[in-house]
C-alpha cells in the first residue's frame, strides 16, 4: 500500500481548479477598428479606445445586445443631458468614467463569467441530471432539432471559450424567443420581430452616445420606473427592484430573462423556470422599436414594425422616419432618433436596421440587418410622401407582375403559376438600387420635374426594367404557344394607360393584377 498523502496536500488536490474570466478585464467584444483590421476587447479596452473602433464586428442579434450594454454602462456612469439639445459636448469624459465605474468595488465583481460570486446575468439554480448544452446560447448552432446546414457537432460534447459563452449568454438574456420548460417569457428584444434601429455615428464612441436617450424621453416613455439603475446595481430580490429591472429604461437595456447558471468547462448550463417577467409591447418600448399605426375599420392599429423574410428594409424606412411632432401623435420613429433628430439636421444620418426573425413561438428563422445613408429630407413630410410614393409605384408594379405570370401560367394551362420565383427576382433587384431612391429624396432636381413614381422617371424607369427582368426570367418564350402566353402576360404587366376619349374595344378578357402573395410574412 502506497504512502497516503499529508491531509492538507490531499485537500489542495480536492479543490476545484475556478476560471477566472471578468468581461470588464477580459477580452470578449468583437470590434472593428478603423483601419478595417477586427479584434476581441475587454469592456475596459473598449471604452478607453472608442474613438479609434469604428463599430462592432458581431452578427444582427449579438450587435443589437453590445450596444444596448454600452449604453447602458455610459448612461449608468455618465447619467443623461436633459433634454434632446443637450448632447453638444455630453460624454466626452466617457472613455475615463465609464471604466472607472466597473473599477467600483461593488460593480466589478458582477461582471464575472463564472465563479462562486456574483455573476453577469445569472443565477444559481438546482443542477439537474440532463444540463442544457451550453450550445443551446447560440442559434447558429446545431443543438436539439435545430438544423446543420452549417454545424455538425450537433450532439457532441463540446467546449465554448469565455468569450463566446460572454457574447452568447448576453444575446440569449436579450433575444431568444420562448424557450424551455413553463415558456416564462421572452427576451424583451424578440417582442413582435420589431426591427431594430441603431445610428451610427464616426466611431464606437460617437455611436453609443447617438443610442443613448436624454431625460426627458426616458421619463415621458418609462412612466413606471423612469431610468432606474441597472440590473447589476439593484438586483431582484424584491418587488420594487424587479420592477425596476423590467419596466426602467437602464434595466430592461440588459435584461435577464432566464434565470441559468453556466458550468466552468463553457459545455452547458443549468435552467430554471422562474424567470423576470418583462412586458412587452405596449406595455413597456424598447428604445430602437419603431411603432407603425395602420387605420383599420375598428380604428388605429398600434404595432411594432416587424422583420420579415424576404422584404428589403428599405421599403420600411419612411415608416422608421416618422419623427412625433406632438404627444397625441400615435405612429413614431425609435426614440433614440427622436432624441438625435437634431445631430442630423441639414445632413446625411447613418442608420443600421436589423434584428431577429422567429415564427413568433419558439422557432428562430433568420437574422436580418441593412444600413443606409439617410438624407435629412426623409425626415420632413414632403421627402417622406415622396419616399412612400416610390416604394408605393414599386408595390403597384409587383401587383402587376403578379397578373402578368398568372395570365402567363393561364395561357400554359399550368396548375399554379411562379409567382414566388418572380416577386423574388423583381424586389432582389430593386433592393440594389433602394440607395438611390435615397438620393433622389435627398436630391430632388435629379428626377427633372417628374414625379418619383411616373413611369418616365428615373426611378420609375428601374422599376420597369426590374419588372420586365423578372417576368423574362421566369416566364420562356421558346415556342410558338409560349409566346402567346408571354404577350397575354405583357399586356397586364405594362398596361396602357385609360384615355377618356378612348372609343373602348372589345378584348380578351384578362387576369386581374392581384397582390402577391404573402412574403413569408409573421405579423
Do not use: C
Given at each position: 500500500m502506497g504512502a497516503?498523502?499529508?491531509?492538507?496536500?490531499?485537500?489542495?488536490?480536492?479543490?476545484?481548479?475556478?476560471?477566472?474570466?471578468?468581461?470588464?478585464?477580459?477580452?470578449?467584444?468583437p470590434v472593428r477598428w478603423l483601419d478595417g483590421s477586427s479584434d476581441l476587447l475587454s469592456l475596459n479596452d473598449l471604452f478607453a479606445r472608442s474613438a479609434a473602433i469604428a463599430g462592432l464586428d458581431a452578427a444582427p442579434h449579438e450587435r443589437v445586445s453590445l450596444m444596448r450594454l454600452l449604453v447602458c454602462l455610459a448612461q449608468a456612469a455618465l447619467g443623461a443631458p436633459n433634454e434632446c439639445?443637450?448632447?453638444?459636448?455630453?460624454?466626452?469624459?466617457?472613455?475615463?468614467?465609464?471604466?472607472?465605474?466597473?473599477?467600483?468595488?461593488?460593480?466589478?465583481?458582477?461582471?464575472?463569467?463564472?465563479?462562486?460570486?456574483?455573476?453577469f446575468l445569472q443565477v444559481e439554480v438546482p443542477a439537474r441530471e440532463e444540463p442544457v448544452p451550453a450550445s443551446k446560447l447560440m442559434p447558429h448552432l446545431a443543438t436539439g432539432n435545430n438544423p446543420t446546414l452549417f454545424d455538425h457537432a450537433g450532439g457532441t460534447d463540446r467546449s465554448f471559450s469565455p468569450s463566446k459563452l460572454a457574447l452568447a449568454l448576453l444575446t440569449f438574456q436579450n433575444f431568444y424567443p420562448l424557450y424551455g420548460a413553463g415558456h416564462k417569457g421572452k427576451g424583451p428584444c424578440?417582442?413582435?420581430?420589431?426591427?431594430?434601429?441603431?445610428?451610427?455615428?464616426?466611431?464606437?464612441?460617437?455611436?453609443?452616445?447617438?443610442?443613448?436617450?436624454?431625460?426627458?424621453?426616458?421619463?415621458?416613455?418609462?412612466?413606471?420606473?423612469?431610468?432606474g439603475r441597472p440590473l447589476w446595481e439593484t438586483g431582484a430580490a424584491t418587488v420594487a427592484a424587479q420592477q425596476s429591472a423590467t419596466r426602467s429604461y437602464l434595466g430592461r437595456l440588459v435584461?435577464?430573462?432566464?434565470?441559468?447558471?453556466?458550468?466552468?468547462?463553457?459545455?452547458?448550463?443549468?435552467?430554471?423556470?422562474?424567470?423576470?417577467?418583462?412586458?412587452?409591447?405596449?406595455?413597456?418600448?424598447?428604445?430602437?422599436?419603431t411603432v407603425k399605426v395602420t387605420l383599420k375599420t375598428t380604428g388605429e392599429e398600434?404595432?411594432?414594425?416587424?422583420?420579415?423574410?424576404?422584404?428589403?428594409?428599405?421599403?420600411?424606412?419612411?415608416?422608421?422616419?416618422?419623427?412625433?411632432t406632438s404627444r397625441q401623435q400615435t405612429q413614431q420613429a425609435p426614440l433614440t432618433l427622436q432624441s438625435h433628430i437634431h445631430a442630423f439636421e441639414k445632413k446625411e444620418g447613418h442608420?443600421?436596421?436589423?434584428?431577429?426573425?422567429?415564427?413568433?413561438?419558439?422557432?428562430?428563422?433568420?437574422?436580418?440587418?441593412?444600413?443606409?445613408?439617410?438624407p435629412y429630407a426623409l425626415f420632413k413630410e414632403e421627402g417622406r410622401a415622396m419616399y412612400e410614393n416610390g416604394v408605393a409605384a414599386a408595390q403597384t408594379q409587383s401587383q402587376q407582375l403578379y397578373g402578368a405570370v398568372k395570365n402567363y401560367a393561364a395561357?400554359?394551362?399550368?396548375?399554379?403559376a411562379p409567382h414566388e420565383a418572380a416577386s423574388r427576382h423583381y424586389w432582389n433587384?430593386?433592393?440594389?438600387?433602394?440607395?438611390?431612391?435615397?438620393?433622389?429624396?435627398?436630391?430632388p432636381g435629379l428626377l427633372d420635374g417628374k414625379q418619383i413614381e411616373a413611369a418616365d422617371s428615373i426611378w420609375g424607369r428601374i422599376v420597369r426594367h426590374a419588372a420586365r427582368a423578372a417576368y423574362d426570367a421566369i416566364c420562356q418564350r421558346l415556342t410558338p404557344r409560349q409566346h402567346k402566353a408571354y404577350i397575354e402576360g405583357l399586356r397586364v404587366l405594362f398596361p396602357k394607360p385609360k384615355s377618356a376619349t378612348a372609343k373602348k374595344k372589345p378584348t380578351m378578357k384578362l387576369a386581374k393584377a392581384v397582390p402577391p402573395e404573402p412574403e413569408f410574412s409573421h405579423e
Open positions: 497516503q498523502l499529508p491531509p492538507g496536500l490531499l485537500k489542495l488536490q480536492n479543490v476545484k481548479k475556478v476560471i477566472a474570466f471578468n468581461l470588464a478585464d477580459d477580452p470578449w467584444v439639445y443637450g448632447w453638444p459636448g455630453f460624454g466626452a469624459d466617457m472613455s475615463t468614467k465609464v471604466p472607472a465605474y466597473l473599477a467600483r468595488a461593488d460593480i466589478h465583481p458582477h461582471f464575472e463569467l463564472f465563479g462562486p460570486g456574483p455573476r424578440a417582442d413582435s420581430n420589431m426591427a431594430h434601429t441603431l445610428l451610427h455615428g464616426g466611431n464606437l464612441s460617437e455611436t453609443i452616445l447617438l443610442n443613448a436617450l436624454d431625460a426627458d424621453t426616458i421619463a415621458e416613455f418609462y412612466k413606471v420606473a423612469g431610468m435584461p435577464r430573462h432566464r434565470n441559468l447558471w453556466l458550468h466552468d468547462d463553457g459545455k452547458a448550463f443549468n435552467l430554471s423556470n422562474e424567470s423576470l417577467q418583462y412586458p412587452n409591447f405596449e406595455e413597456a418600448r424598447e428604445p430602437s422599436a398600434r404595432r411594432l414594425l416587424p422583420l420579415r423574410q424576404g422584404r428589403g428594409l428599405w421599403r420600411d424606412l419612411d415608416s422608421i422616419a416618422v419623427l412625433r442608420l443600421w436596421v436589423g434584428g431577429l426573425v422567429t415564427d413568433l413561438k419558439a422557432k428562430i428563422l433568420d437574422t436580418a440587418e441593412s444600413s443606409f445613408t439617410v395561357g400554359m394551362k399550368h396548375e399554379s433587384t430593386l433592393d440594389q438600387e433602394s440607395s438611390l431612391l435615397l438620393s433622389l429624396i435627398g436630391d
